[in-house]
């Protein structure tokens, strides 16, 4: 079985504090890999695309990658009270068109 | 900034009863996709369309699913008969291209009773 692991926490930071979240992979032919953000009741939204081992940075947000221990992560710097939501890992599923296998997300509470 | 658009957002129906759930993707988006998320649970692919048929899909997607790109906006998700077990929160997505990320609707919460 394919799949997508997460510690579901929920990972409680102070406001200011760098969160990061982990997720594992168990497919090595995955080649791309995303996080998305999901606040309660709503869809889930894109925040980070990451396709190469290393890291990537947009704004407060940092992917890293690393294919060789099938592991990616999300750093949010400065974290805010507004990031308290849910974090999905998603992995592409090789020779399975564009499908995405999403893990079970870290809940994340930023405190003020 | 483009979106996705789903209707109707809530949709409560009878055991056994049929339901459309109706989707607008993106307009340059090529790929598009059917999720749903069971209360609680993992968002779970169902289906994914590329060139007016089915790319993918998973088990969850059995006989009693099908999916329509009735015309050059619209992609539709068809429940023949629905169960207890179906209540879930539906999600369509599209995509420009492989490989890229996905760009989700608001979703549509199914109530069946």
């Known amino acids: 079985q394919k799949e997508v692991e997460q510690n579901s926490g929920p990972l409680s930071v102070p406001e200011g504090a760098i969160a990061s979240l982990n997720c594992t992979y168990s497919?090595?032919?995955?080649?791309?890999f995303f996080w998305y953000r999901q606040y309660s009741g709503k869809s889930p939204e894109l925040i980070m695309s990451?396709?190469?081992?290393g890291d990537k940075e947009d704004g407060r947000f940092t992917a890293q990658l690393n294919k060789a221990s099938q592991y990616v992560s999300l750093l949010i710097r400065d974290s805010q009270p507004s990031d308290s939501a849910t974090y999905l890992c998603?992995?592409?599923?090789?020779?399975?068109?564009?499908?995405?296998?999403f893990g079970g997300g870290t809940r994340l509470m930023v405190k003020p | 900034e483009p979106e996705v658009t789903q209707t109707p957002s809530h949709q409560v129906t009878q055991m056994g009863q049929e339901v459309i759930l109706r989707c607008v993707p993106i307009?340059?988006?090529?790929?598009f996709y059917w999720y749903r998320q069971i209360l609680g649970q993992k968002v779970e692919f169902l289906v994914s369309f590329y060139n007016n048929e089915i790319s993918e899909k998973s088990e969850i997607f059995d006989d009693q699913f099908s999916v329509e790109r009735p015309d050059g906006s619209n992609f539709t998700l068809k429940i023949r008969s629905t169960k207890l077990e179906d209540s879930a929160m539906y999600f369509c997505a599209s995509s420009g291209d492989l490989g890229y990320g996905y760009t989700f609707g608001s979703g549509t919460r199914l109530t069946v009773v």
């Open positions: 497919d090595r032919g995955s080649q791309s």
């Open positions: 990451i396709y190469s081992n």
């Open positions: 998603a992995v592409n599923r090789p020779n399975a068109g564009n499908m995405l296998t």
């Open positions: 307009s340059n988006h090529l790929y």
